[in-house]
T-cell receptor
């Protein structure tokens, strides 16, 4: 079945560092790919998404590119801030499916 | 944006007792709500899909008699963990889907069964 694998956390960085959180997936056909973020005490929020190969999703300085050849959707940000500290989830919906399949989440902590 | 309120955020209970978790859509009507469970260092796993006014659809391997889901109105779904045991200790999270197919998530409930 469909699955998502994220890099294990926790990840701790200093402010203004470059961030990469790896995400790879297994799915048949052409899934849609998502990154969700959960700030402390809040629900998951959609951060960005991409629905077809080579699409780039972006929001709040974060970017991720749908790479079908490597089945990856890595999350990147050029300069992180303390306010980016959160748990980040990579997810997909399979082609024609409504259900979200999540990775295990990566906890990110940014130190000032 | 739309808000989904999940309550309680944390609950500790004794083995054998039942625990109810509520999920409310505060400013929209949710015909469909989803319940997920996450064990430490594992993925969020879909447990069941509930549609207002009908029985929930459970994922394979989820015991419907243990995890009772009620979606009695367009703004409220409840998950009751019956006769909870330590192995039910987990993080439970709900989500609600708007008519425009957008998903909004609650903040989750950490259940600890002693």
């Amino acid at each position: 079945g469909d699955s998502v694998t994220q890099m294990e956390g926790p990840v701790t960085l200093s402010e203004e560092a470059f961030l990469t959180i790896n995400c790879t997936y297994t799915a048949t056909g052409y899934p849609s790919l998502f990154w969700y973020v959960q700030y402390p005490g809040e629900g998951l929020q959609l951060l960005l998404k991409a629905t077809k190969a080579d699409d780039k999703g972006s929001n709040k300085g974060f970017e991720a590119t749908y790479r079908k050849e490597t089945t990856s959707f890595h999350l990147e940000k050029g300069s992180v801030q303390v306010s980016d500290s959160a748990v980040y989830f990579c997810a997909l919906t399979g082609q024609g499916a409504q259900k979200l399949v999540f990775g295990q989440g990566t906890r990110l902590t940014i130190n000032p | 944006g739309a808000v989904v309120s999940q309550h309680p955020s944390r609950v500790i209970c004794k083995s054998g007792t039942s625990v109810k978790i509520e999920c409310r859509s505060l400013d929209f009507q949710a015909t469909t709500m989803f319940w997920y469970r996450q064990f430490p260092k594992q993925s969020l796993m879909l447990m069941a899909t509930s549609n207002e006014g009908s029985k929930a659809t459970y994922e394979q391997g989820v015991e419907k008699d243990k995890f009772l889901i009620n979606h009695a109105s367009l703004t409220l779904s409840t998950l009751t963990v019956t006769s909870a045991h330590p192995e039910d200790s987990s993080f439970y999270i709900c989500s609600a889907r708007t008519g425009g197919e957008k998903l909004f998530f609650g903040s989750g409930t950490q259940l600890s069964v002693l």
